[in-house]
């Protein structure tokens, strides 16, 4: 108790003293990372980084993970206590018919996304054949990005499809390249800050001769550089949506998780009014998806629950191409988190406001601490008001081995982060940049402890990270702790 007056944060209602929270996510890193089997290993870069780590008797303290999205201990606290008490309905525990959800389930939903996208205006005033679904979706974005790519492929028959992304970006090219899809790549660049330059994606797309659009994707409040984007840049990726008559995938997963006093741009509002208004509405209608993944915004990304919005006919056609290659046998975390959104919404509500406004602060804190202590220059450092993100630039010494040694921005990239792992102990997400030469940067998750946080910086500081670092880090050979690098 005496310990929480200490330090009166947000996650003290978990009743837990801090120092036992940074050994929970320890205990969370090590269960995700450990994996006894040396074959099973290979396909996991991540385990097998720990597994070197590891053996060498974790020389600088337990791993740190924070690489994508660990929540080990950041979820909810009213949504973990609400998992720790549930009582099941027997209907639940049955196989999936429907990949979209039971009715009830689909119904929570679309309250939820009604609220959140002020929508019930459109509804009450467009004609019923305009009228969208909302399915409740329970196996990760990722399938239902995927059964729409194979969707487009169908169509496309003997042609390849063009989806149009950006980089850096989520890992869209993953999804769709594994579909044999062609993903060009709108680049967004630390030279503009990492905001879009129109001009710059006009000059680009001039460059690629693009004949057809196939899917164009949107990600407004924009993961990795937690920037987010404006009307004018959504309205530009809207206009070539329209002019190519391509499909439009509106991945809104950190539409929550967004500086409370900075306003959302609220992209499939702004979609559904530009529909009103085209000739060919009829055909757009039913190209055009929306994915709000929950589990960002109340930290529980293991759920893989989401809201997905489209109209009813694409919804049924996405459903009917799930059942080609498997069940979704989500129906208990879809329970879950549709009682927590029907039962305990003024508690969600509230989480969510705190939680941004922690992630505003973290993201204040980092920035002041790597600039102050770390010699980063400003633009070094990426931080905007959306996701739960901080990016920063791999030191000098690391990028003039473009030049030096011809490397590509990604092997950089990934150079720096896995030797820096090695000489600290934290794992982050090094190899993102991974489709063309845009910036030397890495990936840091924000989604744990205040405390494991600053236990990441005193060993960044320790270990003498610094921008101007004359010397990389040792490697592999840092894992003998007492190799010192000349700072
Ligand atoms: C921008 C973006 N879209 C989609 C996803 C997929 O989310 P989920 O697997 O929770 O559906 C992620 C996950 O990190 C993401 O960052």
Same mark, same amino acid.
């Given at each position: ?371 102050? %202590?770390?010699?980063?220059? #400003?633009?070094?450092?990426? @931080? !905007?008001?959306?996701? /739960?993100?901080? =990016? $920063? ?20 990239? %990934?150079?720096?982060?896995? #030797?820096?792992?090695?000489? @600290? !102990?934290?794992?982050? /997400?090094?190899? =993102? $940049? ?20 600053? %236990? ?32």
């Amino acid at each position: 108790m005496e310990e929480e007056q200490k330090n009166p944060r947000l996650l003290d209602i978990f009743k837990l003293p801090c120092a036992k929270r940074v050994e929970l996510h320890y205990a969370g890193a090590r269960a995700h990372l450990i994996n006894s089997s040396d074959i099973l290993r290979q396909s996991s870069q991540e385990q097998q980084l720990y597994e070197k780590y590891h053996s060498a008797g974790e020389p600088y303290g337990p791993c740190i993970y924070s690489s994508k999205g660990e929540h080990f201990t950041e979820v909810a606290p009213k949504l973990k206590k609400l998992v720790e008490n549930i009582k099941f309905d027997l209907k639940y525990f049955g196989y999936m018919e429907y990949a979209y959800g039971l009715e009830e389930h689909r119904q929570i939903m679309k309250t939820i996304i009604l609220r959140d996208h002020q929508l019930t205006d459109y509804i009450n005033t467009v004609p019923i054949e305009y009228h969208f679904e909302v399915g409740c979706f329970m196996n990760s974005t990722r399938l239902c990005m995927y059964d729409l790519g194979r969707l487009i492929v169908q169509e496309c028959k003997d042609r390849k499809p063009y989806v149009l992304s950006f980089e850096p970006g989520w890992d869209y090219a993953g999804v769709y390249e594994s579909l044999n899809m062609e993903v060009l790549h709108l680049p967004i660049t630390h030279k503009t800050e990492f905001v879009p330059d129109l001009n710059e994606w006009t000059k680009y797309l001039d460059k690629q001769k693009v004949k057809h659009l196939d899917l164009v994707i949107i990600n407004t409040q924009h993961n990795p550089t937690g920037k987010q984007w404006t009307s004018d840049v959504v309205n530009y990726l809207i206009d070539l949506a329209l002019k190519y008559h391509s499909y439009l995938l509106i991945d809104d997963a950190y539409y929550c998780v967004n500086d409370p006093r900075i306003p959302v741009v609220n992209t499939v509002k702004l979609w559904l009014e530009r529909l009103k208004y085209i000739q060919f509405k009829d055909e757009m209608f039913n190209r055009w998806i929306q994915t709000r993944p929950f589990g960002k915004q109340f930290n529980c990304n293991a759920m893989g629950v989401a809201a997905v919005t489209a109209s009813p006919t694409l919804m049924s056609r996405l459903n009917h191409i799930y059942w080609d290659h498997h069940y979704i046998n989500g129906c208990l975390n879809a329970e879950i988190m549709c009682q927590w959104l029907k039962d305990h919404l003024h508690d969600a509500d509230e989480f969510i406001v705190e939680n941004c406004l922690e992630l505003t602060r973290k993201k204040k804190i980092i920035r002041e601490f790597m600039e102050k %202590e770390l010699g980063y220059p #400003s633009n070094a450092i990426c @931080t !905007g008001p959306s996701t /739960s993100y901080l =990016l $920063f630039q791999a030191p000098t010494v690391y990028q003039q081995d473009k030049e030096k040694e011809n490397k590509s921005i990604s092997d950089i990239t %990934e150079d720096f982060s896995n #030797s820096l792992f090695y000489s @600290t !102990g934290v794992m982050l /997400s090094g190899k =993102l $940049f991974s489709h063309s030469d845009v910036s030397p940067f890495v990936r840091l998750h924000l989604g744990s402890d205040c405390d494991n946080l600053e %236990e990441i910086l005193r060993r960044f500081k320790q270990a003498g990270l610094n921008y101007q670092m004359k010397e990389k880090f040792p490697g592999e050979k840092g894992l003998k702790k007492n190799v010192k690098i000349n700072k």
